[in-house]
């Protein structure tokens, strides 16, 4: 049995789907920040995966991923210095007990 | 044949390390199950024939960001407090398989256009010519900088100790 392209949609789709699990049902935030790097890491697999079987010679598909890799890692530079902002002000990151914006 | 014997076995590891990530209850297992995860999407890439994105997340997401989270880990001494589920534990677990349903039916049954032709051998020059050539994507990636700089100041800015 060949490998094609769908083989790759559906294992990027599971790895989005378990990122997704993760960033909702987790209260640490540090593991929600992962989490979303897993969902994004999918999205570049899907990207690639077209970029290898729908259009091989123009490598579309490979500069998007390089652009979310950037955003990604923009994400998670400013995202973790806010978990430890947060940790240092209320000495805890579980985002249950993160309430000050409630109301 | 190779390919496939690959791409399964990156698969499967790239799946187990994910359900690691949410599951375990060490926090820092679960980053170092993260930074597998991120290896076995790296091979995937080079099963894609994709080399220099394969180097790129490499060096960026096993390099770069998995020391940035373990970092994180450390300074906020998280590793006893452990992985714990919010109350949305059951809704999100049904959000994320009606998820995967729709995806998985609607990606089988697509009729993607496959094409044919072989893929461009070596990625870098293509790349590059792609980022920086005539009619490229070179505006973007003067702002692809200038956001990699706002993020580093505002990231010095956020975590400064008052």
């Known amino acids: 049995m060949t490998i094609g392209l769908t083989h790759y949609l559906v294992l990027s789709a599971i790895l989005f789907s378990i990122g997704l699990y993760g960033v909702l049902a987790k209260r640490n935030a540090v593991i929600i920040l992962m989490c979303i790097e897993l969902m994004l890491n999918a999205v570049n697999v899907t990207m690639v995966a077209f970029s290898r079987y729908v259009v091989p010679v123009m490598l579309t598909g490979q500069v998007f991923a390089i652009f979310v890799i950037v955003v990604a890692a923009a994400e998670v530079a400013v995202g973790l210095a806010i978990v430890l902002a947060v940790y240092r002000g209320l000495e805890d990151i579980d985002i249950s007990k993160i309430n000050l914006l409630k109301w | ?162």
């Open chain 2, 1 to 162: 044949m190779g390919l496939a014997i690959a791409f399964w076995i990156q698969a499967a590891v790239a799946v187990v390390a994910a359900l690691g990530v949410v599951f375990l209850q060490n926090v820092f297992r679960t980053a170092l199950s993260l930074i597998l995860c991120f290896l076995m999407v790296a091979g995937l890439y080079i099963t894609l024939s994709a080399d220099f994105l394969a180097a790129v997340q490499i060096l960026i997401y096993v390099g770069a960001i998995s020391v940035l989270i373990i970092l994180a880990i450390m300074m906020t001494r998280e590793v006893q407090h452990g992985n714990p589920g919010s109350r949305f534990q059951m809704p999100a677990l049904i959000v994320a398989l009606l998820f995967l349903e729709v995806m998985v039916l609607t990606l089988i049954n697509t009729p993607w256009p496959v094409s044919s032709a072989s893929p461009t051998a070596p990625t870098t020059p293509a790349l590059a010519n792609m980022l920086f050539g005539e009619g490229g994507y070179l505006l973007v990636v003067e702002i692809a900088a200038v956001l990699l700089l706002s993020a580093i100041l505002g990231a010095i800015v956020i975590a400064r100790e008052k």
